[in-house]
């Protein structure tokens, strides 16, 4: 029992200093993280997430089989191929992750850069998290070359629903024997008052709310729930 207990704190930990690095590359200065120096871009092993009781489920629903080499490749180093692959002429987008939450949002996803087959990058330096913030929300693809991918932006008195801000980041990539991805400029957005909770609600979300009453006769439900 103690085991278990020590593991779900080091399992805490983690994704509470990941959560950290997802929101900390957009608010720095932009490196190029997928080619370091003149080293080739290596393609990243998944890290191992936490469970949940519903995986098996979520694995059948949600993961799709790898449908060409360079997915195949990312199979053998832990990843579960994940949601749509964008692509524009020779350039592919593929989305990967390495767990689900209790509700089959992804953990631990990452989305892959390919030039006619061959590795260029990633659009994050760090595995992302469904609802957090820093987590992929868009991909938009103009060209082969150029794309653009939107980061949802969390405040402190967001819902998990609706971010505020979107940030925007754009790539560049160059198209030879060694593509190489850079992102080079990111943008801010804030999201459609249609999307943030009313002026004066901030109190109704981020809660647990119970039906008691309905039309004037009072209802004993203890478990349906908003």
Same mark, same amino acid.
């Given at each position: 029992?103690? +085991? ?40 990243? &092993? ?30 053998? &180093? ?22 689900? /939450?209790?509700?089959? !949002? ?26 957090? /913030? ?18 949802? !932006? ?5 819902? +998990? ?12 990539? &160059? ?28 109190? +109704? ?12 006769? !009072? ?8």
């Amino acid at each position: 029992m103690k +085991l278990k207990f020590i593991a779900g704190l080091l399992f805490v930990a983690a994704f509470a200093h990941q959560a950290h690095a997802q929101q900390a590359w957009l608010d720095r200065p932009l490196t190029n993280w997928s080619r370091q120096g003149m080293a080739l871009p290596q393609l990243p &092993r998944a890290a191992p997430q936490g469970e949940s009781a519903n995986t098996a489920r979520c694995r059948a629903d949600h993961v799709r089989q790898p449908a060409s080499a360079a997915e195949k490749a990312l199979v053998r &180093r832990g990843w579960l191929m994940y949601g749509p692959v964008y692509s524009y002429d020779s350039t592919r987008i593929v989305t990967a992750l390495s767990g689900f /939450d209790g509700m089959c !949002r992804p953990l631990g996803y990452q989305a892959f850069v390919y030039w006619d087959g061959r590795y260029a990058g990633t659009l994050s330096p760090v595995p992302m998290n469904s609802r957090t /913030d820093g987590a992929l929300a868009s991909v938009h693809l103009s060209g082969p070359a150029r794309f653009s991918a939107g980061f949802a !932006r969390y405040g402190e008195s967001d819902a +998990l629903c609706c971010p505020s801000r979107v940030d925007s980041v754009t790539y560049a990539l &160059r198209r030879d024997d060694v593509p190489t991805l850079v992102a080079t400029d990111v943008t801010q957005t804030v999201t459609s008052p249609a999307e943030k909770p009313e002026a004066g609600t901030s109190g +109704l979300v981020g809660k647990r709310w119970v039906l008691s009453e309905m039309e004037g006769r !009072r209802v004993n439900a203890a478990a349906p729930s908003l």
